[in-house]
């Protein structure tokens, strides 16, 4: 369930490589900036909905796979955003292996794992986590390497990039589809008795509902800036 949304991160973060690598030896940081930013948003409108939806429907959709044991079904409730985590470091990694640094990535995972043995012996002794230690541990691994993959990136590439303008707008969708996946769930789960029935139908009320929503806050947009040129 995890690894479908970071296969799409991995496969973007491959095709960037050789029109970043073209752009950076040309000089041309606009278009490598423009190409980042690019990459990065097709990235986030996957990844967040799909973080969200783990969220929210992890264990039903669990459940609904494995009748017979579903347990574990909460871990989704912090370990599936580490989903957009992972595919923000696969892109960060193809640009970085586009502008022949591929040592970095290698040298951040060393860090990462460095420090997320240290937080799982703490997890476990101290605060007595558990299994419960796993996602968080996934966590803060994969956010680290993505805060330190793409800092080298955007420094590398020498151009400033604003990733809360990027990822304001599928986090505000992707809260209001699991907003309304909870409650289609819930309702249906109550009238009908059936978690198949309840998960089915809340997914694809999520996949509706974020289409819908993505979709307007792009005419928005595009109506706003129009305004500009009249």
Not at 177 to 183: G, H, K, P, T, Y
Request: glycine share 6%; proline share 4%; hydrophobic share 55%.
């Amino acid at each position: 369930l995890i690894n479908l949304p970071i296969s799409i991160g991995d496969s973007l973060g491959a095709a960037a490589v050789p029109s970043v690598a073209a752009s950076q030896a040309m000089g041309r940081y606009d278009e490598l900036k423009e190409r980042i930013c690019s990459v990065v948003k097709t990235v986030l409108i996957v990844a967040v909905p799909c973080a969200f939806g783990l969220s929210v429907l992890g264990k039903p959709v669990l459940r609904m796979l494995f009748p017979s044991s579903y347990l574990g079904g909460e871990l989704f409730w912090v370990g599936s955003f580490a989903v957009v985590f992972y595919c923000i470091n696969h892109v960060a990694t193809g640009i970085l292996q586009g502008l022949n640094h591929p040592q970095l990535p290698m040298r951040h995972a060393f860090i990462g794992v460095a420090v997320s043995c240290m937080l799982n012996v703490f997890f476990i002794s101290v605060l007595d986590l558990n299994i419960y230690s796993l996602p968080l541990n996934t966590l803060v691994f994969s956010g680290l390497l993505m805060v330190l993959n793409m800092r080298s990136a955007v420094k590398l590439c020498k151009v400033k990039v604003n990733f809360w303008n990027m990822a304001r707008i599928p986090m505000l969708c992707g809260t209001i589809m699991a907003c309304i996946c909870l409650l289609v769930y819930l309702l249906l789960f109550a009238l009908l008795r059936s978690n198949l029935c309840a998960t089915v139908c809340s997914v694809l009320s999520g996949v509706l509902a974020y289409f819908v929503l993505i979709l307007y806050t792009l005419f928005v947009q595009t109506l706003s800036l129009g305004h500009l040129f009249l």
